[in-house]
Nanobody, 121 residues
């Protein structure tokens, strides 16, 4: 499985962005998916996950109510809609596939290249 994130950019605090992660391969619809973020100062942080059918989602406390994860299995794509962005959301965001029960713990099978999100104050 190859994963490629896109949609990052520079946005002012309070703004919104939509990240996309396109997956290749036929296993996407059978994979739980997650979003993570990383900065040079911090270790990898779990952001959100979604089960393969999309019926369950999980969010880190610091994004609840602001970020929404979704997926389109027909398009082999998972999304992260981010609103009310804060400067501390600045990071490299990447998607990963694995099992939802352990994605929160940072355990995944495949990860893609990230997309940089920069939030200015």
């Amino acid at each position: 499985v190859q994963l490629q994130a896109s949609g990052g950019g520079l946005v002012q605090a309070g703004g919104s962005l939509r990240l996309s992660c396109a997956a290749s391969g036929r296993t996407f619809s059978n994979s739980d998916m997650g979003w993570f973020r990383q900065t040079p100062e911090k270790e990898r942080e779990f952001v959100a996950s979604i089960t393969k059918s999309g019926d369950r989602t999980d969010y880190a406390d610091f994004v609840k109510g602001r970020f929404t994860i979704s997926r389109d299995n027909a398009a082999n794509t998972v999304y992260l809609d981010m609103k009310s962005l804060k400067p501390e959301d600045t990071a490299d965001y990447y998607c990963a596939s694995g099992y939802a029960v352990v994605l929160r713990a940072g355990v995944y099978v495949y990860r893609g290249q990230g997309t940089q999100v920069t939030v200015s104050s």
